[in-house]
Nanobody, 111 residues
């Protein structure tokens, strides 16, 4: 069973930062694009950011300039650096690749 494991979520005040990590199996990570999605309460799941094998990135308009997706190909890890967090960023964040999903990590932005 393929496992993607997210970590790094938590409670942060507006304007704060968090860094999410995702550990993935090497046979998945090395050969595929990776992405972060999120599902906010009462909303549909949405793409936050994605990164190709070669490092080309794509971001949702709502996070451009605030979030940075990156990958460490040597460690099979995906990251999402989230800065200037807003209350509307509150959601469960999921790591995904080629149809496989992690269990999600909760990010709560609140004062």
């Amino acid at each position: 069973q393929v496992q993607l494991v997210e970590s790094g979520g938590g409670l942060v005040q507006p304007g704060g930062s968090l860094r999410l990590s995702c550990a993935a199996p090497g046979n998945i990570f090395r050969f595929n694009a990776m992405g972060w999605y999120r599902r906010a309460p009462g909303k549909e799941r949405e793409l936050v950011a994605s990164i190709s094998i070669n490092g080309n990135t794509n971001y949702a308009d709502s996070v451009k300039g605030r979030f940075t997706i990156s990958r460490d190909n040597a460690r099979n890890r995906l990251y999402l650096q989230m800065n200037s967090l807003k209350t509307e960023d509150t959601a469960v964040y999921y790591c995904t690749s080629v149809g496989f999903w992690g269990q999600g990590t909760q990010v709560t932005v609140s004062s």
